[in-house]
């Protein structure tokens, strides 16, 4: 199995610029987040979608939006970058039941907008 | 609100020796307490979890971690640290609605 994929691995935007960032698990979670990892600021999560059909914030959703394509995708899109979106940012599911909360995350996507 | 504190950001091991991280907890109910592992350009690894039962839960690599409910703590643990251990480790708890809360993670050295 592959797990949680990214794509794509590396991206430079320009400022103002738009782009999505995909993400697919075949674990079939029910529940998928979007985070972005920062020095010195841990993980935080941008959205998150606890199960096909529904979309939630996070802590940091400014100037992003999500798609729950289905019960496999869950793409974010950035419609104009800015610098302060410089990041790191992970993809994440979980099964998101009782002894199951765990999340599986994927190899990230390094973004830098200039 | 549940919040997770790791109180070293960085720490040091000489290669061999034993190592413990630290991660403490706020969460009214019972908590649901995960160790994550990112090594260098990586994403996340779980190495173990509790979520009920033995307070000594074994993970994968050779760690271990103990749950401490008076203490509200959940230290990971590893008798002998190997070069290729060295990486941040994040400990984290389930928010009680569909979302998990991290610790802003411990990068830990190892030294020959």
């Known amino acids: 199995n592959a797990g949680v994929t990214q794509t794509p691995k590396f991206q430079v935007l320009k400022t103002g610029q738009s782009m999505t960032l995909q993400c697919a698990q075949d674990m079939n979670h029910n529940s998928m987040y979007w985070y972005r990892q920062d020095p010195g600021m841990g993980l935080r999560l941008i959205y998150y979608?606890?199960?096909?059909?529904?979309?939630d914030k996070g802590e940091v959703p400014n100037g992003y939006n999500v798609s729950r394509l289905n019960k496999r995708e869950f793409s974010l899109r950035l419609e104009s970058a800015a610098p302060s979106q410089t990041s790191v940012y992970f993809c994440?599911?979980?099964?998101?039941?009782?002894?199951?909360?765990?999340?599986?995350f994927g190899p990230g996507t390094r973004l830098t907008v200039t | 609100a549940q919040s997770v504190t790791q109180p070293d950001i960085h720490i040091t091991v000489s290669e061999g020796a034993s190592l413990e991280l630290r991660c403490n907890y706020s969460y009214g109910a019972t908590p649901y307490l995960f160790w994550y592992v990112q090594s260098p350009g990586q994403g996340l690894q779980l190495l173990l979890k509790y979520f009920s039962g033995d307070t000594l839960v074994q993970g994968i690599k050779g760690f271990e971690a103990e749950f401490k409910r008076s203490q509200s703590s959940f230290n990971l643990r590893k008798p002998s640290v190997h070069w290729s251990d060295a990486a941040e480790y994040f400990c984290?708890?389930?928010?009680?609605?569909?979302?998990?809360?991290f610790g802003k993670g411990t990068m830990l050295l190892v030294s020959p």
């Open positions: 984290a708890v389930f928010s009680g609605y569909s979302t998990l809360t």
């Open positions: 979608s606890a199960s096909e059909g529904t979309t």
């Open positions: 994440a599911s979980s099964e998101l039941a009782p002894g199951a909360y765990e999340q599986y």
